[in-house]
């Protein structure tokens, strides 16, 4: 399973900062992805783990987790993103 990591096109953009928002301060803890989720960084750094490897991911990348994914998440600068579930 992948882990999409690209910076986001304007309307993505746009999109995405119009839904929730949700913060995590540093910690590490696993997560399992029962649907997908993309979202927007917009502040902090987070390595997750998984089967695949290590991705790093900062404020400013568009991210999509696939559905199914198990994964750690180490986040190692406090976490603000904005995020949709499909």
């Not at 913060?23 to 997750?48: I, K, N, P, R």
């Not at 559905?67 to 180490?74: E, M, N, Q």
Request: charged content about 25%; some cysteine; aromatic content about 12%.
């Amino acid at each position: 399973m992948d882990i999409i990591v690209k910076k986001p096109t304007a309307a993505e953009r746009a999109e995405i900062l119009t839904k929730p928002t949700w913060g995590c301060e540093v910690s590490e803890f696993d997560w399992y992805y029962d649907s997908e989720e993309t979202c927007l960084l917009v502040a902090g750094e987070v390595v997750v783990s998984h089967d695949g490897g290590n991705v790093s991911i900062s404020a400013g990348d568009y991210v999509t987790f696939p559905k199914g994914l198990s994964c750690v998440w180490k986040v190692t600068k406090p976490v603000k993103k904005h995020y949709i579930f499909k």
